[in-house]
């Protein structure tokens, strides 16, 4: 846990379409971790497929930082093209600083309202006058100037990006970083970032969309099927090459319910199989995976949530698919639903539901979210954690095989095709222990409780939660939420304030007598998450024995769980 101390600093870039904002902030970010920071960027974009506005968050700390600050530093305006859209989403004040284009026109009213101080450039000028130059790195120039950034730190970025095959760009890209920094040598600077800590061992620059697809192939995957999707897509790229160089095979659907078929047929084949996708994706997924439930085939399923219902807004962050994961499928269906806590936390999640689902045979929904799967972070290498995944199968039959006997578990052993003697029924329709359909009241009862059996008797170890600190108050959460929740009970405590934390990553089945243990002592519960309607908080209220006193705090995206707020309703919540 970071001290609540530490310096940090917030900047966000802003442009229309075409302006280079997200390659300007991955450059940025680029540039500061190789000075021995560490950094968190998230993007915001409009809904169209093309074009439109373009936002890069970056905050910048000498510690791992999870969330977005309550305020930014510094906003380097491209250009005012539709910036007034973002007027929710960067909170300025009069302490901060406007880096724009004297060219470009007034300013929306948010920003002069804020009481930020605006510092004008005339960067479109500065960049035609070098042949092949660009707004974009003017602007970023300047801003390492105004953050105390060296200049070079972003050359090198630059160079490190496109190599040295297009030798013109980076002089022109060079020349343009100096001219942007000498025309801010007069701004004041904001904050103050060490340089001279650097790292004790190896870091990563990882998304959790990347993250996920990793603890994915670290579990065991190795068939992947998919439809492109905002904000899921990039699970698939990512794993598209990384599949391939460790044995595996992915294969773009022609849609969502192909893709969930053709896993669900890879996984009855013996391959450990996943898709990702969005909502709306999900939303097609769910009779198939009720398929999967009835015949006992594992598979996994990543679902990078975004605002709905409906196509809602595919570019911003919600947690708002928890109902349709948990109480979606048709029928008594009892699978499992997980969800990471961080962005790196992607990998261990990703990699335990790899190890859920293949151990239990049953499908594993896996709630990421756009801001956790976009959202690029700079940290130290995450801990590798080995988990024992194995398919229970059988290798040989002599007679009578049952695939769905009733054993002690509820797990009971799968013959994949080809087996001598395992040949079974595996379809929806409900059935016998050998897979025969059946209508008999004791074969659909018997096959039923052998399925939840199997989940509720199942040892999840201490990855069912992260617990941390005591107190009278523990906020329970999940999901996305966690990072500026973590962020706010460490100003708390630095106070000298008791509060607990309890981060749930498996949402379902319920832990009842887990919970109970960890809200020993506890006489009052917050319950944080980002939904209109307190999905997470009804959830609990139906499975679980909370305190006598509890807290729902709970609201919609696309607006990001800031700290402060979190903050507030601390000090709230531990007032007599």
Known sequence: MPSPTSTSISVVLTGSGGAGVMTAGQTFLDAATSCGLYGLMTRSTGPQIRGGEAAAMIRLAPHAVQSLDDRFDVLLALDFDNLQRFAAEIPLDRNSLIIADSGAGEPPAFLTESGAKLLLIPMAKLAKGIPGGRVSMIGLGALARVIGLPEQSIITAVENSIGKKKPEALVASAQAVKLGAESAAEFPQVGKLDLTKKPAGPRWSITGN?????????????????????????????????????????????????????????????????????????????????????????????????????????????????????????????????????????????????????????????????????????????????????????????????????????????????????????????????????????????????????????????????????????????????????EAIARARAEGVKIKLIAMRLISPARPQQLTEALKGVKRALIFEQSHTGQFWRHLRAHYDLPAEVVPIYRPGPLPIRPGEVYEHILQGVKP
Not at 211 to 229: E, S, T, W
């Open 210 to 486: 990347e993250a996920a697809g990793y603890g994915a192939i670290r579990g065991g995957i190795k068939f992947v099927a998919g439809y492109p999707i905002t904000p899921a897509t990039e699970v698939l790229e990512w794993m598209a090459t990384a599949l391939q160089q460790c044995g595996g095979t992915l294969f773009q659907a022609e849609d969502e319910l192909a893709s969930i078929n053709m896993i669900i047929g890879a996984s009855y084949g013996g391959a450990p199989s996943l898709t990702a996708t969005a909502g709306p994706g999900l939303s097609l997924m769910i009779e198939s995976l009720g398929l999967a439930v009835a015949s006992e085939t594992p598979v996994v399923v990543i679902d990078v949530m975004r605002s709905g219902p409906s196509t809602g807004i595919a570019t911003k962050s919600e947690q708002s698919d928890l109902n349709i994961a948990v109480y979606g499928l048709h029928g008594d269906a009892p699978h499992v639903v997980v969800a990471p806590l961080s962005i790196d936390d992607c990998l261990l999640t990703a990699q335990w539901s790899v190890h859920l689902a293949e151990t239990m045979q049953t499908p594993v929904i896996m709630l990421s979210d756009q801001f956790l799967g976009q959202a690029r972070v700079v940290l130290d290498k995450p801990a590798e954690v080995n988990f024992d995944t194995k398919r229970l199968t059988v290798q040989g039959v002599k007679s009578g095989y049952e695939r769905y006997a009733i054993t002690p578990s509820g797990i009971s052993p799968m013959a994949l095709p080809g087996v001598n003697g395992g040949q079974y029924t595996a379809d929806g329709l409900t059935h016998n222990a050998r897979g025969t359909p059946s209508s008999q009241a004791k074969d659909h009862i018997g096959q039923l409780d052998k399925r939840q059996h199997k989940l509720d008797a199942f040892d999840y170890g201490q990855h069912w939660a992260e617990i941390d600190g005591e107190g009278e108050v523990a906020i329970i959460t999940w999901g996305s939420s966690c990072g500026p929740i973590r």
